[in-house]
T-cell receptor, first 115, second 116 residues
Framework: DAGVTQSPTHLIKTRGQQVTLRCSPK?????VSWYQQALGQGPQFIFQ???????QRGNFPDRFSGHQFPNYSSELNVNALLLGDSALYLC??????????????FGPGTRLLVL | AQTVTQSQPEMSVQEAETVTLSCTYD???????LFWYKQPPSRQMILVIR??????QNATENRFSVNFQKAAKSFSLKISDSQLGDAAMYFC?????????????FGKGITLSVRP
């Protein structure tokens, strides 16, 4: 049973550039959430996708956008990168049906460094 | 807005001993979930234990148990027979009951070290 996977594991970009991070949910899951985790802090919710639509959004600017594909995988896009966007980006998946609907399972994350 | 507070930034425990990690939260909801997640230095966030607010019985998972005090809005994690592999950052998290508003709200975390 494959868990949540994310790519790439590490990424270095410069200010002003754009980045795309990818996530494949755990088998059987249909909902994907994205979180930003600054060093030494707890994760902060960016947004959640279900049925290929953004269902809920946290307090992040429009530079952060996403997409969910028919196979439930998801992308996180960040435009006009700022130094403050440097963080670990976590993807979590969950299921709208079955047991443990409320439990989110996390991927290993993508470490983004903006220079 | 819901908030989760972990006031102890660091804790240390001797191997084989018991340690308790504290967490408080604030919410106006009556139906919600609480979680403890573990994040080792390798950074993969792993679910340790979860608690449904409507259940009075405290959740247990092997060496891990919680003390859930709904009226006090307190949710502590007890780790018994601590092992070296328990060393990690632990996050307390809150989620409203499943639906369109099911984001996780995390505390700042606590770094647990285990002394051999």
């Amino acid at each position: 049973d494959a868990g949540v996977t994310q790519s790439p594991t590490h990424l270095i970009k410069t200010r002003g550039q754009q980045v795309t991070l990818r996530c494949s949910p755990k088998s059987g899951h249909d909902t994907v959430s994205w979180y930003q985790q600054a060093l030494g802090q707890g994760p902060q919710f960016i947004f959640q996708y279900y049925e290929e639509e953004e269902r809920q959004r946290g307090n992040f600017p429009d530079r952060f956008s996403g997409h969910q594909f028919p196979n439930y995988s998801s992308e996180l896009n960040v435009n006009a990168l700022l130094l403050g966007d440097s963080a670990l980006y976590l993807c979590a998946s969950s299921s709208e049906t079955g047991t443990n609907q409320e439990t989110q399972y996390f991927g290993p994350g993508t470490r983004l460094l903006v220079l | 807005a819901q908030t989760v507070t972990q006031s102890q930034p660091e804790m240390s425990v001797q191997e084989a001993e018991t340690v308790t990690l504290s967490c408080t939260y604030d919410t106006s909801e009556s139906d919600y979930y609480l979680f403890w997640y573990k994040q080792p230095p390798s950074r993969q966030m792993i679910l340790v234990i979860r608690q449904e607010a409507y259940k009075q019985q405290n959740a247990t998972e092997n060496r891990f148990s919680v003390n859930f005090q709904k009226a006090a809005k307190s949710f502590s994690l007890k780790i018994s027979d601590s092992q070296l592999g328990d060393a990690a950052m632990y996050f307390c998290a809150y989620s409203i009951r499943r639906g369109a508003n099911s984001k996780l709200t995390f505390g700042k975390g606590i770094t647990l070290s285990v002394r051999p």
